[in-house]
């Protein structure tokens, strides 16, 4: 699509965004009205690191991609990827003809995580290829870094494909040391298949020990993509149930440019949703709390925005 064309989109998404960050500004509540429970955190200006993505998100002929990337360009910050970042197979051809004329402008401040749809190739070549040592700077495809007062790790939820997730795997063992390491007071994981979830795939027990040590450790945030929608959970611990006090914060972002799904089983704890709506989250990471805002592409009206504290 001829980018000079899209002028028009650019300045309604321009204007969105701006709505979007205005409402998330002001004092917070859940769609439909209602404080949100766990403890609410404003961040002044400036004094947060901004983070913003999405997963499940570019596939040639499509063109939903090139709207979420419309929107990542109006907002500076690193960008995450929360896999199946390019459909159907995760390919070099994908990557460079698919996924590099929309996103990849945005290369040189990403940092990504691999989803199923990257182990379709081989050994996930393509996006190990793409990307480079941004997707495996240790060497792994899991690896941690800081981002202001956090402690940010991405992980590889394609357990199958990389000696597994559980306690006593490769990368079971490497996330429990971290999470020792770490002298951050708030911690973000990032991955693809969510625990918890009421889309068309549902909830994925087999990343339940990822869920397990993140709550011991008392990390507060997990972002994944895997259902085509978008997702937000109050506080709950590892097994699902409600846990203001030291409970994770779970958001699926599934909205990143792939065909949107509906949703399937209403799980406990979820406290909004949206199914017919791309666009990518916006979260501010502050010293001591965190603010998110789910910005919607252009022409569209769903957000979701909201703060927390950390434990």
């Known amino acids: 699509m001829n980018r000079g064309l899209?002028?028009?989109a650019l300045l309604i998404a321009f204007v969105g965004l701006v709505l979007t960050l205005v409402v998330a500004a002001l004092l917070v509540t859940r769609p439909g009205g209602g404080a949100l429970p766990g403890g609410s955190f404003t961040i002044p200006p400036g004094e947060g690191t901004v983070l913003v993505g999405a997963g499940d998100i570019a596939e040639c002929g499509d063109d939903d991609d090139e709207q979420t990337a419309d929107l990542?360009?109006?907002?500076?910050?690193?960008?995450?990827l929360a896999g199946d970042n390019v459909y159907p197979d995760g390919s070099p051809r994908q990557y460079r003809d698919c996924?590099?004329?929309?996103?990849?402008q945005f290369l040189d401040r990403t940092r990504p995580v691999p989803g199923?749809?990257?182990?379709?190739?081989?050994?996930?070549?393509g996006y190990l290829d793409y990307f480079g040592t941004r997707a495996q700077p240790n060497g792994t495809t899991w690896y941690a870094w800081d981002a202001g007062e956090w402690h940010v790790i991405m992980l590889d939820s394609d357990c199958g494909a990389v000696g597994g997730c559980e306690a006593g795997s490769p990368q079971g063992d490497w996330l429990k040391a971290d999470l020792a390491a770490s002298t951050a007071r708030c911690t973000l994981a990032i991955w693809h298949h969510p625990r918890f979830s009421s889309g068309d795939h549902g909830n994925h027990p087999f990343v339940s020990a990822f869920?397990?040590?993140?709550?011991?450790?008392g990390a507060?945030?997990?972002?994944?993509?895997?259902?085509?929608?978008?997702?937000?959970?109050?506080?709950?611990?590892?097994?699902?149930?409600?846990?203001?006090?030291?409970?994770?914060?779970?958001?699926?972002?599934?909205?990143g440019g792939a065909r949107l799904r509906n949703f399937q089983t209403i799980r406990t704890n979820s406290e909004a949703r949206d199914a017919k709506t791309h666009g990518v989250i916006r979260l501010v990471l502050g010293p001591d709390g965190y603010s998110w805002s789910f910005v919607p592409v252009a022409g569209q009206t769903f957000t979701d925005a909201g703060s927390g504290a950390c434990h």
């Open 6 to 8: 899209r002028r028009p």
């Open 116 to 125: 199923n749809h990257e182990y379709e190739t081989r050994g996930a070549a």
């Open 220 to 255: 507060d945030v997990v972002v994944n993509g895997h259902d085509h929608d978008y997702e937000r959970f109050a506080l709950q611990d590892p097994n699902g149930n409600a846990d203001p006090d030291r409970g994770i914060r779970e958001f699926v972002v599934g909205t």
């Open 72 to 80: 990542v360009e109006q907002i500076a910050g690193t960008v995450f």
């Open 211 to 217: 869920w397990q040590l993140l709550y011991e450790a």
């Open 99 to 104: 996924y590099g004329p929309s996103w990849g």
